[in-house]
């Protein structure tokens, strides 16, 4: 046993002090990482639009979508019926084109920016109001349905296909509790990660022997990174089929939107996995090493 003499000062103290602070950064692991990726996928503009690009190549929402839009434009022209294989196949090519594409995405940025703005009570660069309704910009790649159409023998109104997409105030969620959860998950998604970081550092800095510090550490952000992982992937059953029940999504179609938003979440968690192998790796070496340097010197 070490004489108290030599014994670093405090050493009791600090080892309480790091055995708090690296306990709550395991604890935070999960909640700082399922904050982080809530903030970025349903917060962030460009999370929410880069998943709504990914989505419209998965199948089974190319073909909602497709004959939503056919639905709509058909609704909007008065079509006859009998055209409507033609005005699908006509959907579907401009879909196909990179303009579709871009135009996709811009909207689904444009129609989160909206919801969102007005949840956390901040002003929207993409709306205009006018009187009890809000009226959302949202270009639309005209020309190229407008040609299709024609080609495929559909005689159309130009003027008649829709442009814009009007929505009422009173669909958008601005009730207490909505405003509550979505300012919550805000807040967290830089907050907890930012606490789990500042114990990580405080524990490994008032830690009397750091590399041992180090490696619990890394042993129990490793088993919290698994049981993420774990989580994600046993969630998708029940999550897709409760999700389905009240959507007019397929079931198909409601487990890719849950397969595309969660990806980020399962490689975070891949991240979390290697971060902490490489470190339990990396205290091994360095304590070995620090070992041979100590009986080398002893010899």
């Not at 996928?41 to 929410?48: H, K, P, R, T």
């Not at 084109?97 to 993409?126: C, I, M, P, Q």
């Not at 789990?196 to 490793?222: E, K, S, W």
Request: hydrophobic share 45%; net charge negative.
């Amino acid at each position: 046993r070490t004489p108290p003499s030599s014994r670093p000062a405090y050493s009791g103290l600090r080892g309480t002090a790091a055995f708090i602070c690296l306990l709550l950064t395991v604890l935070l692991a999960i909640p700082a990482v399922t904050a982080s990726w809530l903030k970025a996928e349903l917060i962030s503009d460009s999370g929410f639009a880069d998943n709504a690009a990914e989505l419209i190549k998965k199948p089974a929402i190319r073909d909602e979508i497709q004959t939503r839009i056919a639905n709509e434009v058909m609704d909007q022209t008065r079509i006859p019926q009998d055209s409507r294989a033609m005005v699908i196949s006509a959907v579907g090519s401009v879909m196909a084109t990179d303009e579709f594409h871009r135009v996709w995405k811009e909207g689904a940025r444009t129609a989160h920016n909206v919801v969102v703005n007005t949840l956390l009570g901040k002003d929207s660069e993409v709306t205009e109001v006018d009187g009890d309704s809000l009226t959302i910009k949202v270009a639309t790649p005209l020309d190229p349905l407008y040609a299709e159409l024609e080609k495929a023998g559909v005689q159309v109104p130009r003027d008649q296909l829709p442009t814009e997409i009007p929505v009422p105030l009173a669909d958008i969620p601005d009730s207490g509790p909505a405003q509550d959860v979505l300012k919550g998950v805000d807040d967290a998604g830089w907050m907890l990660p930012g606490l789990a970081i500042a114990f990580l550092v405080a524990g490994l800095a008032v830690a009397v022997h750091r590399l041992r510090a180090l490696a619990l550490t890394a042993m129990g952000t490793l088993v919290a990174g698994g049981v993420l992982l774990v989580a994600t992937n046993l969630a998708r059953s029940p999550v897709v089929d409760e999700a389905a029940k009240g959507s007019d999504l397929s079931s198909e179609a409601t487990g890719s939107v849950y397969d595309v938003f969660t990806d980020t979440l399962v490689t975070d968690s891949w991240i979390v996995i290697v971060i902490s192998v490489v470190a339990l790796a990396g205290a091994a070496i360095a304590g070995t090493l620090l070992r041979s340097r100590t009986t080398a010197r002893q010899v």
